[in-house]
């Protein structure tokens, strides 16, 4: 018997400071008539609307902690130089004194969690091992003692973010992509690691936002249109974005 979330469930991450991906989201999520919204971390960081995103997220149930929030509230440690500038122009945003709300964006952020735990499901940013910063990635299959020391860490099923490639693992060192599964999942009695994409920022040559819902047992990747372009422009506006932020959702790389 798989206990697994009493009511629907929508899981989404790494917004990354994308608005319109984030109201797109957050519109399809509403039309399957979900209310309950779980974040996996990285709100902000690379996009051009950290302090909107942060705020969209005050109502959901979990927001955890990823490593941009995290390099944004404290020093910024392990980031390339363009995403490193880009923290230090987000943290200039969220402190802006002149914006209402400063207190409580930072207060927010301040108190997000690293890791979730709901009966058989765990939630992560980066990995169970490393909540914060460990990439899994599909490539890693390859590294069977990586691969079994993560899934020494899960009890039953975790869902994670952090690589902005969907997919899901299982612990006999396999990947499926979403297309390649049908975009569902159903939960068994096999231990799995969930990756849910990212809402902002898609590096799986799919430039549509992805998120993941839970309904009972199933698991269901879904795609969504939003206005990347105009997104795109606000980045390639703010000089402390690197153009490449901005370029790079256009494809979905
Ligand atoms: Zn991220």
Not at 210 to 229: I, S
Request: with cysteine; hydrophobic share 35%.
């Amino acid at each position: 018997m798989i206990s697994s979330a009493a009511k629907p469930i929508a899981i989404i991450s790494d917004i990354h400071g994308n608005l319109e991906a984030l109201q797109a989201v957050l519109a399809h999520i509403a039309s399957q008539g979900i209310e309950t919204i779980y974040c996996l971390g990285d709100v902000v960081g690379y996009g051009p609307n950290p302090r909107e995103c942060v705020e969209h997220c005050y109502g959901m149930q979990l927001c955890l902690l990823g490593n941009h929030d995290n390099g944004a509230l404290f020093d910024p440690d392990g980031f390339s130089s363009g995403a490193e500038k880009a923290i230090f122009w987000t943290r200039r945003q969220l402190e802006d004194q002149s914006r209402s709300g400063m207190q409580e964006r930072w207060a927010f952020l301040a108190r997000l969690p690293r890791t979730h735990r709901d009966g058989d499901l765990m939630f992560v940013h980066g990995s169970p091992r490393s909540p914060l910063n460990e990439y899994v990635f599909p490539e890693d299959i390859y590294n069977q003692r990586k691969i079994e020391r993560i899934f020494s860490f899960i009890q039953k099923f975790c869902f994670q973010g952090h690589t902005h490639v969907p997919g899901v693992f299982t612990e006999n060192c396999r990947f499926y992509s979403p297309s390649e599964i049908g975009d569902t999942y159903e939960l068994s009695d096999q231990k799995l690691m969930i990756n849910v994409g990212s809402v902002g920022q898609p590096r799986d040559g799919d430039s549509r936002s992805c998120y993941v819902t839970l309904n009972g047992t199933t698991v269901r990747f879904h795609r969504v249109q939003y206005d990347a372009e105009a997104t795109c422009r606000k980045i390639l506006a703010i000089p402390e974005l690197d153009e490449f932020f901005g370029n790079r959702l256009l494809q979905g790389k």
